[in-house]
């Protein structure tokens, strides 16, 4: 019998719930500049954690003008000591994340600090022609998706037909993937999309495998047996596209929000220190959907061109628009965000005037708080704007207070309304160019 005496358990009693994490969120539609305050802040960190979406994300850096694109590493790992997570919440293309790790290796990147959750479910090649599939079928209801599979991988995640990582190297995952891709091809046939080989695919992720199985370990366990470390969540897609909270279809598959990143990390609500909402001094989005601030005009034109709004993961032109702090109010307190992050402060600038949405007017009433009422009416709902003066050089500015007033002035009311501080405040491309209040 065993001898229970024997079993130490005196590390039960340990208390690991330092408030050691800082995570970062997008409060609008996406791209919002998340990568840049995430490499910032993991400069300092012990673990960069990416553990929501896929490869629909695309996070741009730029470092002394050079610019890098990643798609599911968390971009923190170009810090030397710092140790790169990929969290059990996340859909990954083996393709894509190969091809990113080559990348970061030819850079002098570390690789070997790289990490990926056992549980961290996979995008297989059928899941990208599902997305072709239903977006078609869909008709004009299409949700406009980045194409990448990611709602397919999680609708069999949610369906329990999908792999996790660790299954890829378990005995019966050539006869699973087999029943799979059959099953799959049959609903193919009828909707006379593409079909998939089995031996294809098998033959390609085994080589995948072989590249990736040095890097496969249970991440919940790590993270907690580093209970002291100080860790930086770097969050994809955004409040918008939340399947729970956002503009439901027109949104993502997965959790951006706060309550996804527990769930996709494993980490504790009492490990959580900061929440750092990020948000661009305009608005933008890409995909169909609700979008009350867009200006479909010369103005929405010029916001793009200045900002360079251009998908970095599928190079289509962004909806532009101004702030809405009726919206970003919301997801605020959602996510319980303590600091704010405003981007593209020097963007704005070059504009003759700046607006923000701080109440939406609909049947006749003024909204200042959202309301669901609203759903499926967008495009009746009437904004309601302030007007601020634009024509102010924040260009590469790194100190608050050498901001001009005028841009001053926009970051105040911004901080007025939300009743929370911008913190750090993006004022060009490269990395050095933000600023940061103490
Ligand atoms: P990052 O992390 C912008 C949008 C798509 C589409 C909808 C659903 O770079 O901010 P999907 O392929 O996820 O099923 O598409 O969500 N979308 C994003 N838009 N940035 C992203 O990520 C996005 N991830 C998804 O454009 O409207
Ligand atoms: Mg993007």
Not at 97 to 103: D, H, M, Q
Not at 145 to 170: Q, S
Not at 274 to 282: D, E, N, S
Not at 384 to 392: A, K, L, Q, T, V
Request: glycine letters at 10%.
């Amino acid at each position: 019998m065993l001898d229970l005496l024997r079993i130490d358990y005196s590390s039960w009693g340990e208390n690991k719930m330092e408030k050691n994490t800082d995570v970062i969120i997008g409060l609008a539609y996406g791209d919002e500049g998340k990568g840049k305050v995430a490499t910032y802040l993991s400069k300092d960190a012990d673990i960069a954690l990416r553990c929501t979406g896929g490869n629909n994300a695309g996070h741009t850096i730029q470092i002394d003008g050079q610019k890098l694109v990643f798609h599911l590493v968390p971009t923190g790992i170009i810090n030397q000591d710092t140790i790169g997570i990929i969290g059990n919440g996340t859909v990954l293309d083996l393709n894509v994340l190969v091809e990113e790790i080559k990348k970061l290796e030819n850079l002098g990147v570390d690789i070997s600090k790289l990490k990926i959750s056992t549980r961290a479910h996979v995008i297989l090649p059928y899941h990208l022609i599902e997305d072709q599939m239903q977006e078609k079928l869909k008709g004009n209801g299409k949700v406009g998706t980045t194409g990448r599979g990611i709602g397919p991988a999680y609708a069999d995640k949610i369906n329990r037909i999908g792999f996790r990582m660790k299954d890829l190297y378990e005995d019966d995952f050539e006869e699973k993937l087999k029943r799979n891709i059959e099953n799959k091809n049959r609903i193919f046939k009828v909707f006379e999309m593409p079909t998939i080989n089995y031996e294809e695919v098998l033959e390609k992720l085994n080589i995948q495998k072989a590249v990736l199985k040095p890097h496969i370990v249970d991440t919940v366990a790590y993270l907690q047996d580093n209970a002291d470390k100080h860790i930086v969540v770097e969050g994809a897609q955004a409040a918008m596209l939340d399947i729970n909270l956002g503009d439901y279809p027109m949104v993502t598959s997965s959790n951006p929000n706060i309550g996804g990143i527990l769930n996709g990390s494993g980490i504790s609500l009492q490990r959580i220190n900061k929440i750092i909402g990020v948000v661009k001094a305009y608005a933008s989005k890409v995909g169909e959907g609700p979008f009350i601030t867009e200006q479909d005009n010369k103005t929405g034109d010029l916001i793009r061109t200045l900002g360079h709004e251009f998908g970095s993961t599928t190079g289509r032109p962004r909806r532009c628009g101004w702030l809405d702090l009726v919206s970003l109010k919301r997801v605020s307190q959602i996510n319980g965000i303590t600091d704010l992050n405003l981007n593209h402060l020097d963007t704005v600038g070059k504009l003759d005037k700046i607006k923000l949405c701080t109440a939406y007017k609909y049947k006749g009433a003024i909204l200042t708080t959202y309301d669901d009422k609203i759903i499926g009416h967008e495009d009746e709902v009437e904004c309601i704007y302030e007007e601020f003066e634009g024509n102010f050089d924040a260009e590469n500015i790194t100190e608050y207070d050498k901001l001009p007033e005028k841009a001053k002035t926009y970051v105040k009311r911004i901080e007025k309304v939300t009743g929370i501080p911008v913190t750090y405040i993006g004022t060009g491309a490269d990395n050095k160019h933000m600023i940061v209040r103490k």
